[in-house]
């Protein structure tokens, strides 16, 4: 069984008993977490498409820990003109774990 979920404006493909990381969640560690904006839920045989989401379905999903993504650099230069320009972002990430799907 799967369904696809949008998480913080992102669609996610998630199914029981695995582990993802998504966009920062305002949700305390080791805390439940439902989402009902389901686009897709299907169970190997009938799949159902919302318009735009599933009435009835939901998700569950359990809160792991709040860290930061890798760092990435952004470094622009002009040649010849004396431009450096060096900056580094590091996005804010939540993992979770999908506990029950329905």
């Given at each position: 069984?799967?369904?696809?979920?949008?998480?913080?404006?992102?669609?996610f493909k998630v199914a029981e008993n695995t582990k993802y990381y998504v966009p920062r969640i305002a949700a305390?560690?080791?805390?439940?977490?439902?989402?009902?904006?389901?686009?897709?839920?299907?169970?190997?045989?009938?799949?159902?498409?919302?318009a735009p989401k599933v009435e009835g379905a939901k998700v569950t999903a359990k809160v792991l820990e709040h860290l930061k993504?890798?760092?990435?650099?952004?470094?622009k230069k002009k040649r010849r003109k004396s431009y450096k320009l060096k900056r580094g972002h590091r996005q804010h990430l939540t993992r979770i774990e999908i506990t029950k799907i329905g």
């Open positions: 069984m799967f369904a696809v979920v949008d998480i913080a404006g992102q669609q305390d560690q080791d805390s439940t977490v439902t989402f009902d904006n389901i686009l897709l839920l299907s169970d190997g045989k009938n799949t159902k498409v919302g993504d890798d760092k990435v650099v952004v470094f």
